[in-house]
Each structure stands twice: as structure tokens, then as C-alpha cells.
């Protein structure tokens, strides 16, 4: 019998990525979605067309983790066996500007989750496995280099903050509970189907535009800022590892490797024979009150009880993007060629 698995944030690039997943090892996924009055659910687009009417395995569901009956109305009527918790605000300069949005999404719908997933449980005798997506970013001001499950924590924005409450009620809800509940406190990870708001998708789309000749200039903040990259696709195989312990823990997931932002824009503007340079533009706006200097993570616990590890590394990643980009640049060219206004 397939296991039935339910993912908040399914539209995401994480929740694409674990959908897929989850669907080639035969589960059963639900995701749950924000009612939007714009499609969003591009990214899943694929898993769609690839169902079969007689067997519909990808099923959507509309829900608010900040309405804490939407998440217990989404338990009954799934009964999952494992449940993903990739919703919330997920862009930390944006929290400085939502800080209390992001504090409500990220920290109150994670503990309205966990409730329902406790309730649940209590009420059917279900054993019901929990992830909890942490974040690098609660290492913030960081102790060590590099970061792993025992390096003290010092958030530096609002998003971090919210991340860390969501990281110890989990904590809590095993401990106080016996709930099975894990936090994988994943470190940057990116790919084509990253949001373009993001410092790299946003390098990645913008090299494609302007070798394309259809943007001019690139803005960007902080290109000092250190950042530990990998691949989401990887990633996510560590989040359903962490489900399928016999005992629930807390990983750090990351590549080990750490690079910065310009170094990421070297790589990606040399791949189509461009100088950054003469491309790129300092914006203060861009710039966080608080920044977060360097995050790198050590995952030797992952590999050694996951045996977990990446496969893809920043060049790589930075070249996969840029492709996916070119790609998507060329049909833009193409529309504005044939005289359709973008």
C-alpha cells in the first residue's frame, strides 16, 4: 500500500522537487496551496500531465497554515502517513519589511501545524512523521565555522527569528509529545526553478537577458556575503531520509563548500563569455539591516546516519541555472522578435 504524504509549500521549488520525489518512490501526495487569484502552480506542472486518469496520485488542496482548522480540516481528510511543512514567507529581506507576516506564516503556522499533527494522532493512533523546514539563517551571527547541529544559533532578521521558533517547537513537540518530528536546517540551496527574487536566480536570468541583448544592467547589494550552495533536488532526498529513521533527529544539510555572491556572478557571467562588470550595479536597497556574513554547514551527521550527500556543487549549479535561463530568454527573445509586447 502507497504511503500518503502531504506538503505545505507544494508550489514552491522544495515542494516541486519533494513532490517529484515522493511520486517516483510510489507515495500518494497532497499538497496544500493559498487560494491566489493567479496560477501558481508552474512549477508542477509536469507531474500533472505525466497522471493518469485512473490514477491520480498528485492531489491539491486549498488551505492557510494560519488558520489552524484549515490544517486539521487537511489531517482528516488525508490521513498522511509522513507530513512536509515547507509553507511560510520565505524571503528574508522581505521579512524585514513583513516582519510581523513573516513571524505569523513561518513561526504561528508551523506551531498550528504541529498541533493539528498532535491532535491527530491523539484521536486516531496514527503515527504520523513531521518535517520541519529549518534554516541556515538561524546561525545568523555565526559561532564556528563551519555550522553544524550543535553551533549556537544568533538570528539576524526577522525571517531567522520566526525559523527559530519554528525550529524549537518541533524540538518541543518530540520531546514533550513523542511526537516523530525532525528539522532539516538546510543550507542555501537553489536551481532552476528558484524564485527570481533570489540573489542567484536573479544573476542566472538576468546573465541569459542580457547576453540575449533584452536587459541592459544587473543591481545587486552585498556581493561579499558567503553563502553555502547546493542543489534542491538533492536536498529534498534528505528531508524524506530524515522520515525514514527509526528515531527522529535534527540534521544540518549543506554541501560544505562556501563561496560568495561575487564569485557566483563570475561563474555564471563566464559561462556566456561576459564580464560582470560591466554589467552589475551596487544598490543599497538590496542590503539587509542585519547581514549575515558567511554560512557554511558541515553535514557529517547526515552522511553518516542519512548516508546522505550532495551531487551537485556551486559551478555546476551556477551553469545548470544559467542554461535553464537561456533557455527561457531565447522564447522571450522569440515572442518579441515576432512583435509581441512583454
Not at 502531504?6 to 493559498?34: C, F
Not at 538590496?286 to 557554511?296: A, G, I, K, S
Not at 555546476?316 to 509581441?340: I, T
Amino acid at each position: 500500500m502507497s504511503k500518503v504524504a502531504l506538503i505545505t509549500g507544494i508550489t514552491g521549488q522544495d515542494g516541486s522537487y519533494l513532490a517529484e520525489l515522493l511520486l517516483s518512490k510510489d507515495y500518494e501526495v497532497h499538497g496544500m496551496m493559498r487560494r491566489s487569484s493567479v496560477f501558481t502552480t508552474e512549477r508542477i506542472e509536469h507531474l500533472y500531465q505525466d497522471q493518469h486518469e485512473d490514477d491520480v496520485r498528485l492531489k491539491l488542496h486549498y488551505g492557510d497554515l494560519l488558520d489552524p482548522m484549515s490544517a486539521r480540516r487537511m489531517l482528516s481528510e488525508v490521513k498522511p502517513d509522513e507530513v512536509y511543512n515547507l509553507g511560510g514567507q520565505t524571503h528574508v529581506r522581505t521579512s524585514f519589511d513583513q516582519p510581523i507576516y513573516t513571524a505569523e506564516a513561518v513561526a504561528m503556522g508551523t506551531v498550528n501545524l504541529l498541533e493539528a499533527v498532535r491532535d491527530f494522532c491523539d484521536s486516531t493512533g496514527r503515527k504520523v512523521r513531521f518535517y520541519q523546514a529549518s534554516s541556515s539563517e538561524m546561525y545568523g551571527k555565526v559561532a564556528e565555522i563551519p555550522q553544524t547541529e550543535k553551533t549556537p544559533f544568533y538570528p539576524r532578521s526577522p525571517y531567522a527569528c520566526a525559523k527559530l521558533h519554528a525550529y524549537w517547537q518541533t524540538v518541543n513537540y518530540r520531546e514533550a509529545y513523542d511526537l516523530f518530528t525532525c528539522n532539516g536546517i538546510l543550507f542555501n540551496h537553489e536551481s532552476p526553478r528558484r524564485g527570481e527574487t533570489f540573489v542567484t536566480r536573479k544573476i542566472t536570468r538576468a546573465v541569459a537577458r542580457i547576453k540575449l541583448g533584452l536587459q541592459e544592467k544587473l543591481f545587486l547589494g552585498n556581493l561579499d556575503a558567503k553563502r553555502d550552495w547546493g542543489f534542491a533536488g538533492d536536498y529534498v532526498e534528505a528531508m524524506w531520509l530524515m522520515l525514514q529513521q527509526d528515531e527522529s533527529d535534527d540534521y544540518v544539510v549543506a554541501t560544505g563548500r562556501c563561496h560568495s555572491v561575487r564569485e557566483f556572478l563570475v561563474e555564471a557571467f563566464s559561462y556566456l563569455d561576459l564580464d560582470w562588470q560591466e554589467y552589475v550595479e551596487f544598490d543599497a536597497r538590496y542590503l539587509r539591516p542585519t547581514e549575515v556574513d558567511l554560512l557554511q554547514g558541515d553535514a557529517s551527521k547526515a552522511h553518516k546516519i542519512l548516508h546522505w550527500s550532495p551531487t551537485v556543487f556551486m559551478p555546476e549549479l551556477a551553469r545548470m541555472m544559467v542554461d535553464a535561463d537561456m533557455a527561457m530568454a531565447e522564447r522571450e527573445l522569440a515572442l518579441v522578435e515576432a512583435g509581441f509586447a512583454l
